[in-house]
């Protein structure tokens, strides 16, 4: 076989899916990932459409069901928590829903893969690349701790920021479009009766202020829950690095508005795992450069607010391990192969992002506050042919070849 090593950087969700199946296949490969361990907590994921497939053959569902997130859908409420509309996972079959009937948090998932795959594969867990160089023959790469290593191939599966998309194919910024809006994340204490569903209060734009909407997503010890606000903005100027600051502009923007969300800022203070982030969206030209190639979200964000990111990964990890398999490890072959069997996926998920992936969070008045809830309300009584379906065709528009007959493990 021809380029057998393969430095895959990133052990979130592609990462590992990847590597389980190139270990499979017959290649030695490595993941390299920033985190010194692996992660708990945060935000839940989707598995959709095609992607279920990769799961069950990734074999890996049961692990899956067993860490359910317990969500059952969305529900908006009013200020007095009464519910205003809602849709269950069941809603659009499977995978059409806000919330997936396959719904685990990704640090959940990620462990999984990294369970999945430990045993097999390298990993160098708080060792990020620092540098690295192509040439004809290989890719020499230089980690954070100082070593130097020299692979056949190199992935960057290392999220929307991606260190190797930056070393390989340029800054930032020439990558990332942007969706006008800002999320944040937190763990807070709540009362709130939920029984499983997450409970979104949403304020159109007005007096100044712009739509907006803060959420409490189900978590399973009681008294808990994980904080989420959604904030449509014009880019803010603040460091990267500042938490405080962050925390600051998630505060000044909702203070002073009902519902929990007194009861959800008030935590905010003290919340370690705050997340705050402009939502984004990942296009590149060709995601391939030389011995060197792009998988998830660092090749193709859907955005973190379209619930299909995690199908993408997957479907992607599968597509390019089998297609540099079927190459014998021919990256010329695989890499174009692999980008023609992801394209129309990947471009469908991300118009379906930008056109419906806000879900009617962030409306630009009381009107269009009204027609949504109104919307939600109607949507479960209407045939499904016309309504509901864009996220269920989303999440099955692509073909997953069978590669089983390669896997020699
Ligand atoms: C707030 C939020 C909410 C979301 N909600 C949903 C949802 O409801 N449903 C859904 O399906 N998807 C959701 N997503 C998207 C989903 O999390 C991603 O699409 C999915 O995790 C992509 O997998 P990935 O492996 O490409 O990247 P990631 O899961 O982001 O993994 C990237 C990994 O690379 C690591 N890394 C970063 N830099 C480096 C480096 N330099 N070197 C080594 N490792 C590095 C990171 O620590 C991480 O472990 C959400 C995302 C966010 C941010």
Redesign the pocket.
């Known amino acids: 076989m021809n380029n057998r090593s393969v430095l895959i950087?990133?052990?979130?969700?592609?990462?590992p899916?990847l590597a389980y199946w190139l270990h499979r296949y017959g290649f030695d490969v490595t993941v390299?990932?920033?985190?010194p361990a692996p992660?708990s907590g945060?935000?839940?994921?989707?598995?959709?459409g095609t992607a279920r497939e990769v799961a069950r053959r990734t074999g890996i569902v049961p692990a899956v069901r067993a860490a359910h997130t317990g969500a059952c859908g969305m529900a908006f409420v009013d200020e007095d928590n009464r519910w205003v509309a809602a849709l269950g996972t069941d809603v659009f079959g499977h995978s059409g829903g806000p919330?997936?009937e396959m719904?685990i948090l990704?640090t959940d998932?990620?462990r999984i893969l990294h369970d999945a795959t430990r045993d097999d594969v390298e990993y160098l867990f708080g060792d990020?690349?620092a540098s690295a160089e192509q040439d004809d023959d290989g890719v020499t790469v230089r980690f954070e701790s100082g070593t130097s290593r020299r692979f056949d191939l190199l992935v960057g599966?290392?999220?929307?920021?991606?260190?190797?998309r930056r070393l390989m194919f340029g800054p930032h910024e020439r990558y990332l479009r942007d969706l006008g809006c800002y999320?944040a994340?937190y763990s807070t204490t709540t009362d709130l009766e939920h029984d499983g569903w997450q409970l979104m209060y949403t304020m159109p734009a007005g007096g100044g202020r712009p739509g907006r909407t803060a959420g409490i997503y189900p978590r399973t010890a009681p008294g808990t829950g994980l904080a989420?606000f959604f904030l449509r903005s014009a880019p803010l100027a603040y460091d990267r690095h500042d938490v405080d600051e962050q925390k600051r502009i998630v505060t000044r923007a909702f203070e002073g508005d009902g519902w929990e969300i007194p009861q959800m800022l008030s935590t905010i203070g003290d919340a370690s795992d705050f997340?705050f982030?402009r939502v984004v969206q990942v296009e590149v030209d060709g995601w391939s450069r030389g011995r060197t190639v792009l998988?998830?979200?660092?090749g193709y964000?859907?955005s973190?607010?379209?619930?299909?990111?995690?199908?993408?990964?997957l479907v992607?990890?599968y597509v390019l391990a089998g297609e540099l398999a079927t190459a014998d490890g021919d990256h010329t072959r695989a890499y174009p192969a692999y980008a023609d069997r992801m394209r129309e996926f990947v471009r469908r998920a991300q118009e379906f992002a930008r056109t419906q992936g806000d879900g009617g969070l962030m409306p630009q008045s009381r009107a269009q506050l009204r027609m949504r809830n109104l919307s939600v309300h109607l949507l479960p009584y209407l045939p499904r042919s016309l309504v509901g379906r864009g996220m269920e065709r989303v999440a099955g528009a692509v073909e997953l070849p069978d590669y089983a007959a390669l896997a020699h493990r």
């Open positions: 950087s990133g052990a979130g969700i592609g990462g899916t390299a990932e920033r985190a992660r945060g935000h839940a994921v989707d598995i959709r919330v997936a719904a990704r998932l990620a990020p690349v599966a290392d999220g929307v920021r991606s260190t190797v999320i994340l989420a997340y982030d998988l998830g979200d660092a964000c859907a973190p607010m379209s619930g299909i990111g995690t199908s993408l990964a992607g990890a």
